[in-house]
């Protein structure tokens, strides 16, 4: 059975840092994309940043050059370390991983996900 832990959720101040980390376990293929959504209070879930397993990273506008997503591939492992963190930066944030069909990166996906963590940033 697929599992997705976060941890590293917190409260900071603003201009703070914290570095958010999703291990995975039970997988017998490795995820071919991993990432992480962030989800505002009372807003929708939208994507912050995902790593695929060659390496190749996708950032959404607002964390470009703030949020730096790495990946320990052996240990289906995704990290995010969030620098400059603002205010709007807070809610709850959920890794995932698309996992493909029988380990086949051409055939469809599955995704599983984490249950998420808290981020508070203060002004």
């Known amino acids: 059975q697929v599992q997705l832990v976060e941890s590293g959720g917190d409260s900071v101040q603003a201009g703070g840092s914290l570095r958010l980390s999703c291990v995975g376990s039970?997988?017998?293929?490795?995820?071919?994309?991993m990432g992480w959504y962030h989800q505002p209070p009372g807003s929708q879930r939208e994507l912050v940043a995902s790593?695929?397993?060659?390496?190749?990273?996708v950032y959404a506008d607002s964390v470009k050059g703030r949020f730096t997503i790495t990946r320990h591939n052996g240990e289906n492992t995704v990290y995010l370390q969030m620098d400059s963190l603002e205010p709007q930066d807070t809610g709850v944030y959920s890794c995932?991983?698309?996992?493909?069909?029988?380990?086949?990166?051409?055939?469809?996906?599955?995704?599983?996900w984490g249950q998420g963590t808290q981020v508070t940033v203060s002004s």
């Open positions: 995932y991983a698309d996992i493909p069909n029988y380990g086949i990166d051409y055939l469809p996906v599955k995704t599983y």
């Open positions: 039970g997988m017998i293929f490795s995820p071919k994309i």
């Open positions: 790593i695929s397993r060659d390496g190749t990273t």
